[in-house]
C-alpha cells in the first residue's frame, strides 16, 4: 500500500488552468473516490497521480516522496481505463499475463499471480478464451485482472463501469466491492461521475467542481452534512429540494418560512442564524404525508413515478415554477391531481446561506 499527499497541485493545458490548488491526503489501503460533474477535472486528478500528465505546479508525494518526475511504472501504480484496451489475438491469459512478461517475469511466479487475479475475479474458466469471446462485464473482469497481477502500490480506476449496460454494471460494481475487500492493503483511487458508485463503494469521496474540491469525507457524512449547496444536490438521487426562505430569530430558536411553504421552528438555531434570506433544504425521502410530522408544504400532485417499493411525487407549489420531490413509500395511494401536504422533521433540515453555504444548525 502506499500513502499519497497532493499538495497545491495545479494543471494547466496552455493558459487555461484546470486544477486550481489540490490539497487532499489519501491514507494506505484506503477506497477514495473522486466525484463531480463532466468536466470537473476528476480524470485530469487521477491522470497526473497516474504520471500520465506532467503537473503544472504543486507537490505529489507517494509514501513522503516526491514523485512528480517519476514515470507511472516507477512509481508502481496500475491502471484500468473506461475501454478495456485488450489485445484480440491473445487470449485472456496472455491479456492478463503481458505486462508482467515484457517487465521479465518469471514463468512460475506470472502463472502464480494470473491464477490468483482469476480466482479473485471468478475468471478461471475463460483463461483460454478469446476478448471476443466474452461478454463487457467479463472484458472488464479481464482489464482489472491484468492491473491486479503486476501487485501495484496504487490502483487506479478511471471511470471502469461507464461502456457497460446497467445490469452489468451493478454486477461489476458489486465484483469492485468485492475485490475491495480482497486487496484491503491495496491504497485505491476510482473516478466516477455516478454518485450511486462513489456511496456504495468508496471510504471516503472527494467531490469536485471546476478544478477545485468542494468537500472530502465519508459518503455518510457528505449525505447528512453537505459543505455547501453544489454538494447538497450532487449528493442523493433525487436532488436535495432547495427552497428559498426567510430566516427570523425567536429567541433561541429560529422561525424559517419557506417560498409558498408554512412557517418551520428550528430550535436553537437561532444562536447561529440572523434575520433575513436563506435557502431551506430536505431530502426528498425526508419528506412525508402530513400527520407524521410538522406540516410544511402544501401543493397540488403534478407526477407520480412508480418505482415498486417507493414512489417519486411531484408537488406544484402556489407562486412556485420548481415541483418539490418527495419520495414516499410505494403503498401509499397517491395520484395525480391530488392535493397533499408534506411535512419534515426539523432534524433533518438544513439551511444555506447566501453564498451557498451549509450552516451549522
Request: glycine share 10%.
Amino acid at each position: 500500500m502506499a500513502e499519497l499527499k497532493l499538495t497545491d497541485i495545479r494543471k494547466s493545458f496552455g493558459s487555461l488552468e484546470v486544477l486550481h490548488g489540490i490539497d487532499l491526503e489519501i491514507r494506505g489501503g484506503e477506497f477514495v473516490v473522486f466525484v463531480g460533474p463532466s468536466g470537473c477535472g476528476k480524470s485530469t486528478l487521477l491522470r497526473l497521480i497516474a504520471g500520465l500528465e506532467d503537473i503544472s505546479g504543486g507537490t505529489l508525494e507517494f509514501d513522503g516522496q516526491v514523485v512528480n518526475h517519476k514515470s507511472p511504472a516507477e512509481r508502481g501504480i496500475a491502471m484500468v481505463f473506461q475501454s478495456y484496451a485488450l489485445y484480440p489475438h491473445m487470449t485472456v491469459y496472455d491479456n492478463m499475463a503481458f505486462g508482467m512478461k515484457l517487465g521479465g517475469g518469471g514463468k512460475a511466479e506470472i502463472e502464480k499471480r494470473v491464477r490468483q487475479a482469476a480466482e479473485i475475479l471468478q475468471i478461471t474458466p475463460y483463461l483460454d478464451r478469446l476478448p471476443k469471446q466474452l461478454s463487457g462485464g467479463q472484458r472488464q473482469r479481464v482489464a482489472i485482472g491484468r492491473a491486479i497481477v503486476r501487485d501495484p502500490r496504487v490502483f487506479l480506476f478511471d471511470e471502469p463501469l461507464s461502456n457497460l449496460d446497467a445490469a452489468l454494471r451493478v454486477q461489476t460494481r458489486i465484483e469492485i466491492a468485492r475485490l475491495k475487500e480482497r486487496m484491503a492493503d491495496t491504497t485505491m483511487i476510482y473516478v466516477t461521475h455516478d454518485q450511486v458508485e462513489a456511496m456504495t463503494l468508496a471510504d471516503r469521496i472527494v467531490v469536485l467542481r471546476a478544478g477545485y474540491v468542494e468537500q472530502v469525507g465519508t459518503p455518510m457524512e457528505l449525505y447528512h452534512t453537505p459543505a455547501n449547496l453544489f454538494v447538497a444536490q450532487f449528493i442523493g438521487s433525487p436532488s436535495m429540494n432547495i427552497v428559498a426562505a426567510r430566516a427570523t430569530r425567536d429567541g433561541e430558536a429560529l422561525v424559517v418560512e419557506p417560498e409558498g411553504g408554512r412557517r418551520m421552528y428550528l430550535p436553537g438555531a437561532g444562536k447561529v442564524v440572523g434575520d433575513g434570506p436563506i435557502q431551506f433544504g430536505v431530502r426528498p425521502e425526508d419528506l412525508t404525508i402530513s400527520g407524521e410530522g410538522q406540516p410544511v408544504f402544501e401543493g397540488l400532485v403534478t407526477l407520480v413515478e412508480r418505482l415498486g417499493e417507493s414512489q417519486l411525487v411531484y408537488v406544484e407549489r402556489p407562486g412556485s415554477d420548481e415541483p418539490l420531490v418527495a419520495k414516499l413509500p410505494g403503498h401509499l395511494e397517491v395520484e395525480r391531481g391530488a392535493r397533499i401536504e408534506l411535512s419534515a422533521n426539523p432534524d433533518v433540515v438544513r439551511l444555506f446561506d447566501a453564498d451557498g453555504k451549509a450552516v451549522a444548525l
